[in-house]
């Protein structure tokens, strides 16, 4: 897979499937919750920017860094999580594409 190549519209079909993080400890599974726009592309040819939300247990807490993930339908790749929240029984995560 190519995250160059990534859109809004390639992960639209994802929300709500299991994606599956590869940790030292063994696997997670986060699920896509939300897709949210981040304005427009900022050159023709260019992908417009979103930010994916992501929920998983509460613990562990995955740290901020490159996580290898496999997306359904898409593949496997690293891609670049941050929590930023906990709320009720469930930790939030958010992926950037610029």
Do not use: C, H
């Amino acid at each position: 897979m190519d995250i160059a190549t990534l859109t809004l519209e390639s992960f639209e079909p994802l929300i709500g499937e299991p994606v599956t993080v590869t940790t030292p400890e063994g696997s997670m599974e986060l699920r896509i919750t939300r897709i949210d726009p981040k304005g427009d592309a900022p050159e023709e040819g260019m992908r417009a920017p979103f930010t994916l939300t992501l929920v998983g247990p509460v613990t562990p807490i995955l740290e901020q860094g490159a996580w290898p993930m496999a997306l359904p339908g898409l593949g496997e790749t690293a891609l670049f999580l941050s929590p930023f929240a906990q709320v009720g029984d469930e930790t939030r995560y958010e992926i950037n594409f610029s």
